[in-house]
């Protein structure tokens, strides 16, 4: 058995474009990325890639998933063998084992600390726009002074850590929070006499979110001029959460970034605040602290290309210049973007529009050697220090992977200094002859600790593992069994998958539901309510699994999108194939498409899930009496008068659901 701790590394490190690209010959076409199909001959592309969703999808022959998917699919490999491929290629290392006691209590303490920290979110943001301290100090500085409007607050979560020093700690542990979960998430502090007390206190208050959306980790704004009281709190390292590994803004950004093909790289996270207020939303700053490997490989996910706009103060100069290289090394393009005197990016949002801070960007951004050779001026008659800036630079193209693009910047250096190129070059190959020998020591030690992982050992006596159901060629009409229930299936299981865990904001009177309005039910629960009062599930095995398989998750309390790159990477592939599908595909309603309906989507939803529910309700009467129908001619006549009162019944019930869908339908 892999453990999940590597699992889990193995599927954050797989991109699935560098893990495609490395069988298909990829082009880019919008957000997406396109090719002919490798598992069925054609001449005209239909195989999409959707870094952004980390999904494959052929509109062809129908096969869809995630990374480890698409090696199954086109290596012929296991679940586990696919792993090991990703494994190898990414170069980490695999230790099977059995999940000890041990280990299920540490993964289960780590659910607990997610869960702690998600109640300290919804505290903090109730103390900041339900209390009067929070409103007056924390909100006001946020309006005011931030500029930031009540949409980009809920977005980003913001909230405010309250002036008491127990606060956080006293609400949490009224909960049922354990002190010790409260210290071990870094939300508090306990002393040698064990006093715990909050962390965060008088402060503004940004969650940080884990590439899934959850929150991990806290960074805290104190709004005193004091100069004995820092600027910023940040969270402390924990189980839930490594700063190496973690971009701030990332899990709303990525959409964006993957769609414009850039990502810009600020320093703060009030910069990536106000610059996504103003409309450039893909934008990610790192956590309280200097830009990594890691980091950088998470962007990678969704582009290649990077924009660095980092102050303009001597720190941020060398900050930038750290970065360029290790940016690079990755084989990533970078450029960079210098705000005038006295501005970030921040203040230079709250000063234009979002057309003027375009068109400064497009006029401002510049790559690395412009930039290398602006922040480092060096006097004409000072010919070691020209000398030494060359050798810099040189030594920072070194670090391209690809060879044109490194022939292409050696142009620009002599060019621009007036250097023969093949000095340049005989700096750069010097370099990389260091390099290359650095790595492939490195690749050896990598090559030994993964090799016996790569060799499972073979016991001839044991039982031949279970095969995988297939994943259909055609599509889902491959898998379904009962094609009368199937559309209205699919249909129920989409808005789970899309949708599960958005909440449905009834009207009070509403007919279908009449709780508080506290305790509004989500899309998955109204579903499961509706579905288990009628004391039926899905008739087509491959739905009922997905739908099974969602709702274990769901009731772990993960969040939608993490429930659905789980279903993506399950070893059950039916599961993972029937999640890519309905994923990928676009949701067209019954009646009406959803840009033609001009409602909003908590609108849309209370309209349609309720519809789709009776809709599948008259489907499973309907085919109840197709049953019905076929058992009259065999039955005996003493069952015949029986089977005739129940299709009776029927009918009566079906012309009621077929009412009440024809008073849903929006003109």
């Known amino acids: 058995m892999i453990p999940q701790e590597t699992v889990d590394r193995i599927l954050d490190a797989a991109r699935i474009d560098e893990v495609v690209g490395d069988f298909v010959t990829l082009r880019r076409r919008g957000a997406n990325l396109v090719a002919c199909c490798p598992f ?5 592309p ?3 890639v959707s870094p952004s969703k980390g999904i494959f999808k052929c509109f062809g022959c129908g096969k869809a998933g995630s990374a480890v998917g698409f090696v199954m699919e086109h290596e012929h490999y296991t679940y586990v063998e696919a792993l090991k491929y990703l494994a190898n290629k990414y170069h980490i290392e695999v230790k099977e084992k059995e999940e000890t006691v041990e280990e299920i209590a540490a ?6 600390l997610m869960l702690v920290s998600e109640f300290a979110q919804k505290f903090f943001v109730n103390s900041l726009l339900h209390t009067d301290e929070g409103r007056s100090t924390g909100l006001n500085y946020l309006h005011s002074k931030r500029g930031l409007d009540d949409e980009t607050v809920e977005r980003f979560g913001l909230g405010w850590a309250p002036s008491g020093r127990t606060a956080l700690t006293d609400a949490a542990m009224a909960e ?10 870094g939300l508090c ?15 503004v208050m940004f969650p940080i979110h884990s590439l899934a959306g959850r929150v991990i980790a806290y960074s805290g704004r104190t709004l005193s001029s004091e100069s004995n009281i820092a600027k910023y709190v940040n969270s402390p390292e924990t189980p839930i959460y490594v700063k190496s590994r973690a971009l701030y803004g990332i899990w709303l950004a990525k959409g964006d970034i993957s769609k414009s093909d850039k990502c810009f790289l600020a320093e703060g996270n009030v910069d990536v605040v106000s610059m996504h207020q103003l409309g450039l ?7 309280g602290t200097s830009l990594t490997e890691e980091q950088i490989r998470i962007i990678k996910k969704f582009t290649n290309n990077i924009t660095v706009m980092y102050d303009g103060d001597a720190a941020g100069i060398h900050a930038a210049q750290r970065a360029i290289g290790m940016i690079l090394k990755e084989g990533m393009n970078v450029s960079l973007v210098l705000f005038p005197d006295g501005d970030d990016p921040d203040s230079f949002c709250r000063k234009h529009t979002l057309e003027e801070v375009r068109d400064f960007i497009s006029r401002n951004e510049m790559d690395f050697v412009s930039y290398m050779a602006l922040v480092n001026p060096v006097a004409d008659n000072d010919p070691l220090g020209r000398a030494n800036l060359i050798n810099v630079i040189a030594d920072t193209v070194a670090l391209i992977p690809d060879a044109v693009k490194r022939s292409v910047f050696v142009d620009a250096v002599s060019q621009r200094f007036g250097v023969e190129t093949r000095i340049i070059f005989e700096r750069i190959n010097a370099d990389r002859r260091q390099m290359r020998e650095d790595e492939r020591k490195e690749e050896e030690r990598a090559r030994r600790r993964v090799e016996a992982g790569l060799q499972p050992d073979y016991d001839p006596a044991a039982p031949a593992p279970e095969a995988p159901r297939p994943v259909p060629a055609q599509g ?5 069994e009962n094609r009368t229930l199937a559309p209205a299936e699919r249909e129920l299981l989409t808005f789970i998958l899309s949708y599960g865990t958005s909440e449905l904001d009834f009207e009070s009177d509403s007919d279908y539901y009449s709780g508080s309005e506290d305790d509004k039910p989500t899309v998955a629960d109204f579903i499961r309510a509706a579905l288990e009062a009628d004391g039926i599930s899905f008739a087509n095995k491959a739905f009922r699994d997905a739908y099974d398989a969602y709702m274990k998750e769901y009731d772990e309390g993960y969040e939608q999108e993490e429930i659905v790159r789980m279903l993506l990477n399950s070893p059950d592939r039916t599961v993972a194939f029937v999640t890519a599908e309905l994923s990928m595909e676009k949701y067209q309603l019954t009646v009406k498409n959803f840009e033609d309906a001009m409602t909003t989507k908590d609108s849309w939803l209370v309209n349609f899930v309720p519809k789709a529910i009776l809709v599948y309700a008259g489907k499973r009467i309907e085919d109840r009496m197709a049953t019905l129908i076929k058992s009259l001619a065999t039955a005996p006549e003493e069952q015949q008068t029986a089977i005739m009162a129940e ?7 079906q012309k009621t659901v077929k009412q009440r869908i024809g008073r849903e339908r929006i003109d």
């Open 107 to 112: 993964r289960q303490r780590t659910e607990s």
């Open 176 to 185: 049922g929070f354990k002190a010790e979960y409260l210290v071990e998430a």
């Open 189 to 203: 502090i306990q002393y040698e006499d064990g006093r715990v007390v909050d962390r965060f206190h008088s402060r």
């Open 46 to 48: 239909s195989f999409y």
């Open 40 to 44: 069925h001959n054609e001449k005209t």
């Open 281 to 287: 939303r893909n934008v990610v700053a790192s956590c």
């Open 647 to 653: 299709m009776q019944k029927l009918s009566a019930a």
């Open 476 to 480: 889902l009409q491959a898998l379904e």
